[in-house]
């Protein structure tokens, strides 16, 4: 099972919205409401912002948003903020013998 | 808040056996809407879900096809932790172990704080 393919880096300005796709097969990402998202700082563990797609844990901000389009998921940040700079990985399920596969992984990088 | 605490060695000799422990608290094993996952992250190959072990009136485990019959998570009911164990490793196993939770929704809401553990003589 190959990972799931994110753009490498993405870049923006404070204040900008940037999105990031997550793209996958029809084995997971198109078989699956159950896409992930996860937000990782420099030496510390990922951190869930977004479940089922779209659905945001207590204590995320509504600045983070999930949406998924046949294969392709994807996460939208509105109004970057610095702290937003960290590496996001996106997560789905793939059936019962694969169970979950992870995307590459992408940099945003806020200007 | 539930909390998950790692602990075990961060340097195993290939071919050897790794074993790791992640301590529960605020949430139970045995819970039976959770789900008590591993995954490791690496340079070459990103984050990597490893397995899970689970409580729904009896006990399962699921494992990465990766590590199919070179791992082994088993449930302490007793001490409300579980544990890892990758037998066999080579340099290519050397990672940051995490241990999480899944809390439902298929998604892990709660991680431990990583292991880096380097395979090497």
């Known amino acids: 099972q190959s990972a799931l393919t994110q753009p490498a880096s993405v870049s923006g300005s404070p204040g900008q919205s940037i999105t990031i796709s997550c793209t996958g097969t029809?084995?997971?990402?198109?078989?699956?409401?159950?896409v992930s998202w996860y937000q990782q700082h420099p030496g510390k563990a990922p951190k869930l912002m977004i479940f089922?797609?779209?659905k945001r844990p207590s204590g995320v901000s509504a600045r983070f948003s999930g949406s998924k389009s046949g294969n392709t998921a994807s996460l939208t940040i509105s109004g970057l903020q610095a702290e937003d700079e960290a590496d996001y990985y996106c997560?789905?399920?793939?059936?019962?013998?694969?169970?979950?596969?992870f995307g590459t992984g992408t940099k945003v990088t806020v200007l | 808040q539930v909390q998950l605490q790692q602990s075990g060695p961060g340097l195993v000799k290939p071919s050897q056996t790794l074993s790791l422990t992640c301590a529960i608290s605020?949430?139970?094993?045995?819970?039976?809407?959770?789900?008590w996952n591993w995954i490791r992250q690496s340079p070459s190959r990103g984050l990597e879900w490893l397995g899970r072990?689970?409580?729904?009136?009896?006990?399962?485990?699921d494992y990465a096809v990766s590590v199919r019959g070179r791992m082994t998570i088993n449930p302490d009911t007793s001490k409300n932790q579980f544990s890892l164990q990758l037998n066999s490793v080579t340099p290519e196993d050397t990672a940051v172990y995490y241990c999480?939770?899944?809390?439902?929704?298929?998604?892990?809401?709660?991680w431990g704080q990583g292991t880096m553990v380097t395979v090497s003589s």
């Open positions: 999480a939770r899944d809390w439902g929704y298929e998604s892990f809401d709660t």
């Open positions: 605020g949430d139970s094993v045995s819970s039976n809407t959770a789900a």
């Open positions: 072990t689970y409580y729904r009136s009896t006990w399962s485990n």
């Open positions: 029809s084995s997971d990402v198109g078989s699956y409401n159950l």
């Open positions: 089922d797609g779209s």
């Open positions: 997560c789905s399920y793939a059936g019962s013998n694969t169970f979950e596969v």
